[in-house]
C-alpha cells in the first residue's frame, strides 16, 4: 500500500503517530479484513472513536494491534 497523502500534506505514516487511521487503512496495513477487525471491535479488544458516522482507529493503537489477539498487551503485564 502506498502512504496517502491528502490535501494538508499528512501522510499516513504520519496519521500512525499522531492521528487516525480508517477501518480500510487498517485492514490495507494489517493484511486483514473487515469482518476481522470488526469481531475485534465487538469483542472489545480493538477500541475505536466515532466521528461522526465513520468509525476511527487511533493511530498508535493500530501500529500495535495485531488482529484476532484478545487484549493489547500492556507494560504492567510484561513487568510480572
Known amino acids: 500500500m502506498q502512504l496517502a497523502t491528502t490535501?494538508?500534506?499528512?501522510?499516513?505514516?504520519?496519521?500512525?503517530?499522531h492521528g487516525y487511521?480508517?477501518?480500510?487503512?487498517?485492514c490495507a496495513l494489517k493484511v486483514c479484513g473487515k469482518t476481522q477487525i470488526y469481531e475485534d471491535i465487538k469483542s472489545g479488544a480493538?477500541?475505536?472513536?466515532?466521528?461522526?458516522?465513520?468509525?476511527?482507529?487511533?493511530g498508535p493503537?493500530?501500529?500495535?494491534f495485531r488482529p484476532?489477539?484478545?487484549r493489547l498487551p500492556t507494560p504492567d503485564a510484561n513487568a510480572a
Open 68 to 70: 484476532g489477539q484478545r
Open 46 to 58: 480493538l477500541k475505536v472513536e466515532k466521528h461522526g458516522r465513520s468509525s476511527r482507529i487511533v
Open 21 to 26: 487511521v480508517t477501518i480500510e487503512e487498517f
Open 7 to 17: 490535501s494538508q500534506g499528512v501522510t499516513l505514516a504520519d496519521r500512525l503517530e
Open 61 to 64: 493503537v493500530a501500529k500495535a
